[in-house]
């Protein structure tokens, strides 16, 4: 596959029941634009939240990954990320009518089948990975997990799990790069021992689990009265259940020797889509579970993030060249100075763009606030990303001169570093889903040099003002008041 970005062609569904809930749910994989990565929607609840596919999410690893935000969690998402990193696939809407994915068959293959039937295409952008440059190691004492990343050109992962058991035994599993994925592990279901599933049906779990998706190895004798309740569990007669002591339940036939180290690696590919891009690098892997694998996840993100602002990406030139300019800003924008808080937008695209304020001692705000330091209040820093982002919002409609653009919401502000008299401050707002009904949710991040100075993320709608001959709309309340006084 090329180092282009990709999403699916068209949506594709699969329905099943989540394994620890026992619901019921629909998942449907939607296309979505460049640098948008992977986002749940939760499209059950009232206002369809969205979770994003972030390690920062995280909330429970407890037999499976749960992401929390927005007010909705969504279980059990590692067997899905890991198809959509196994197929090379950048940008997806996943949405679930209900709080877990469906464990389908314990694989991920029934998601694999389901992308390539919608179809995989190539979309305008680079790829974006996180190229690690220098060895880093994770370890949890208590749990015999070891983890290691070395720099590797490709996605190289290597897995070891040891439980002590006679049935499962030493076993190790590795692909080479992410194209391995679909033949090697995606077929690989998941497992677990029968003395851990009788203490999982104990705490009311694994209400939607099947004999068809999980593998339940055996390594302890087993009383007939415990054969006698599985049946009745898992509404099956007890003819239907066998166990040989030690062995694999109904003597399920595994698709490979060592499918349960592969499986491993499976929850490992899907557990790292959190860090929010494709990754280049070894990573090695023993005895991993799923806390240990966001715990990781956690120190690779905040590499890249380190990595990032070193390589000093939106690092201002002053030679770039100017895509729009400040006389078609103010006739794209009602603001005017000293309001009006952008001097030029250097890029431009369906789905992003960047400004530029130069920060300069002559500023009116500088009068008042902290005159003997002068620092631009972080209010105004937000106002100019608002102004950045509203120029995006505009240029997605023909005549953006009869529309104005409103805020409607800023979450998660940080205000990271002062921004001083001198500052080339530049804006980089992007879009966080597809525009639906006029709406745009954007993810701001202000930059000076290679430092973040502000992040924010905001709900903008643009509403046509005036019609196609420049005279103004008149407002249903307005007309009202008009029918009132008559």
């Given at each position: 596959?090329?180092?282009?970005?990709?999403?699916?062609?068209?949506?594709?569904?699969?329905?099943?029941?989540?394994?620890?809930?026992?619901?019921?749910?629909?998942?449907?994989?939607?296309?979505?634009?460049?640098?948008?990565?992977?986002?749940?929607?939760?499209?059950?609840?009232?206002?369809?939240?969205?979770?994003?596919?972030?390690?920062?999410?995280?909330?429970?690893?407890?037999?499976?990954?749960?992401?929390?935000?927005?007010?909705?969690?969504?279980?059990?998402?590692?067997?899905?990320?890991?198809?959509?990193?196994?197929?090379?696939?950048?940008?997806?809407?996943?949405?679930?009518?209900?709080?877990?994915?469906?464990?389908?068959?314990?694989?991920?293959?029934?998601?694999?089948?389901?992308?390539?039937?919608?179809?995989?295409?190539?979309?305008?952008?680079?790829?974006?990975?996180?190229?690690?440059?220098?060895?880093?190691?994770?370890?949890?004492?208590?749990?015999?997990?070891?983890?290691?990343?070395?720099?590797?050109?490709?996605?190289?992962?290597?897995?070891?799990?040891?439980?002590?058991?006679?049935?499962?035994?030493?076993?190790?599993?590795?692909?080479?790069?992410?194209?391995?994925?679909?033949?090697?592990?995606?077929?690989?279901?998941?497992?677990?021992?029968?003395?851990?599933?009788?203490?999982?049906?104990?705490?009311?779990?694994?209400?939607?689990?099947?004999?068809?998706?999980?593998?339940?190895?055996?390594?302890?004798?087993?009383?007939?009265?415990?054969?006698?309740?599985?049946?009745?569990?898992?509404?099956?007669?007890?003819?239907?259940?066998?166990?040989?002591?030690?062995?694999?339940?109904?003597?399920?036939?595994?698709?490979?020797?060592?499918?349960?180290?592969?499986?491993?690696?499976?929850?490992?590919?899907?557990?790292?889509?959190?860090?929010?891009?494709?990754?280049?690098?070894?990573?090695?892997?023993?005895?991993?579970?799923?806390?240990?694998?966001?715990?990781?996840?956690?120190?690779?993100?905040?590499?890249?993030?380190?990595?990032?602002?070193?390589?000093?990406?939106?690092?201002?030139?002053?030679?770039?060249?100017?895509?729009?300019?400040?006389?078609?800003?103010?006739?794209?924008?009602?603001?005017?100075?000293?309001?009006?808080?952008?001097?030029?937008?250097?890029?431009?695209?369906?789905?992003?763009?960047?400004?530029?304020?130069?920060?300069?001692?002559?500023?009116?705000?500088?009068?008042?606030?902290?005159?003997?330091?002068?620092?631009?209040?972080?209010?105004?820093?937000?106002?100019?990303?608002?102004?950045?982002?509203?120029?995006?919002?505009?240029?997605?409609?023909?005549?953006?001169?009869?529309?104005?653009?409103?805020?409607?919401?800023?979450?998660?502000?940080?205000?990271?570093?002062?921004?001083?008299?001198?500052?080339?401050?530049v804006f980089h707002c992007e879009l966080m889903e597809p525009v639906r009904r006029g709406i745009f949710q954007m993810k701001g991040?202000?930059?000076?040099?290679?430092?973040?100075?502000?992040?924010?993320?905001?709900?903008?709608?643009?509403?046509?003002?005036?019609?196609?001959?420049?005279?103004?709309?008149?407002?249903?309340?307005?007309k009202i008041e008009k029918v009132k006084q008559n």
């Open positions: 596959m090329s180092e282009k970005q990709h999403t699916i062609k068209n949506s594709v569904s699969l329905t099943g029941k989540g394994l620890h809930t026992g619901i019921e749910a629909s998942i449907t994989f939607k296309p979505a634009p460049v640098n948008h990565w992977f986002k749940f929607k939760r499209v059950d609840l009232p206002g369809e939240p969205v979770i994003d596919a972030d390690v920062d999410n995280v909330t429970e690893t407890e037999r499976g990954t749960t992401l929390f935000q927005n007010g909705a969690k969504i279980a059990t998402t590692e067997h899905v990320l890991a198809a959509l990193v196994g197929l090379e696939i950048d940008n997806c809407i996943i949405e679930v009518s209900g709080p877990e994915v469906p464990i389908m068959n314990g694989s991920s293959m029934p998601f694999i089948e389901a992308l390539e039937k919608a179809g995989i295409v190539e979309q305008d952008a680079p790829r974006v990975f996180f190229e690690l440059k220098e060895n880093l190691t994770y370890e949890d004492a208590k749990g015999h997990i070891e983890m290691l990343a070395v720099p590797q050109e490709t996605f190289r992962l290597t897995v070891m799990v040891d439980y002590n058991s006679e049935v499962l035994g030493t076993q190790h599993a590795t692909i080479y790069k992410a194209s391995e994925f679909k033949n090697e592990v995606a077929a690989c279901r998941t497992f677990v021992f029968l003395h851990e599933l009788e203490m999982l049906l104990k705490h009311n779990l694994i209400k939607g689990g099947d004999f068809d998706n999980a593998i339940v190895l055996v390594d302890k004798a087993v009383s007939e009265n415990t054969m006698e309740h599985l049946a009745k569990v898992f509404n099956k007669k007890r003819s239907e259940i066998e166990v040989k002591y030690p062995g694999i339940l109904n003597n399920t036939k595994l698709n490979f020797y060592n499918e349960p180290a592969r499986h491993k690696l499976l929850d490992m590919v899907g557990d790292l889509a959190l860090v929010g891009m494709p990754i280049k690098a070894h990573i090695l892997a023993a005895r991993p579970g799923h806390s240990g694998n966001v715990a990781f996840a956690k120190k690779l993100k905040e590499a890249a993030k380190k990595d990032k602002l070193k390589k000093g990406v939106m690092r201002f030139n002053p030679n770039a060249p100017t895509i729009i300019g400040i006389t078609e800003i103010m006739n794209l924008l009602p603001h005017r100075p000293p309001f009006l808080l952008i001097d030029k937008i250097l890029e431009l695209s369906s789905t992003h763009v960047v400004g530029v304020k130069n920060v300069t001692m002559n500023e009116d705000f500088f009068r008042g606030h902290f005159p003997g330091n002068p620092i631009m209040p972080g209010v105004l820093q937000i106002e100019a990303m608002a102004q950045t982002g509203g120029i995006l919002a505009l240029k997605t409609v023909p005549d953006p001169e009869n529309y104005l653009t409103f805020f409607m919401k800023i979450d998660n502000v940080r205000f990271r570093n002062p921004v001083v008299p001198g500052d080339s401050l991040t202000a930059y000076v040099g290679d430092k973040v100075v502000t992040e924010a993320e905001m709900m903008a709608q643009i509403v046509k003002v005036k019609d196609s001959n420049g005279t103004p709309i008149e407002k249903k309340s307005d």
